[in-house]
């Protein structure tokens, strides 16, 4: 359970990870067409929070994937980290379920495989 707890994180945190870079474009690229033409895109709303949590949450998966073997408790608690950080700041739709549930599952795979020896 440990190894499928360490596949699941790194290739959920991978994930998020080209989510994150995306959501990091998107605001950069609102923010500098708005100097260009100002008013003819919407700012997005919450920029700060959706850069931080696309650049941590991935980060946490990774690290925490790479735990898990060896470290299933720390490694459990920064893959749910990082799946609750990507459901508040980046919400629930058809490009962040899939790196949420990976780390969700991962987290509690990586719980349950504690009592491996």
Do not use: H
Request: proline share 5%.
């Amino acid at each position: 359970m440990k190894n499928a707890a360490m596949v699941l994180g790194i290739i959920g945190g991978a994930v998020g990870m080209i989510v994150g870079f995306f959501v990091y474009g998107w605001v950069v690229f609102t923010e500098w067409f708005d100097d260009q033409a100002p008013g003819a895109i919407d700012q997005v709303a919450n920029a700060d929070r959706l850069q931080m949590v696309g650049l941590v949450a991935p980060i946490l998966a990774i690290a925490g994937g790479a735990m898990a073997p060896r470290q299933p408790v720390p490694g459990a608690v920064l893959m749910l980290l990082s799946a609750a950080g990507m459901y508040w700041g980046l919400g629930f739709g058809v490009f962040t379920m899939f790196p949420i549930a990976m780390c969700g599952l991962a987290g509690i795979l990586a719980i349950a495989g504690m009592r491996e020896s």
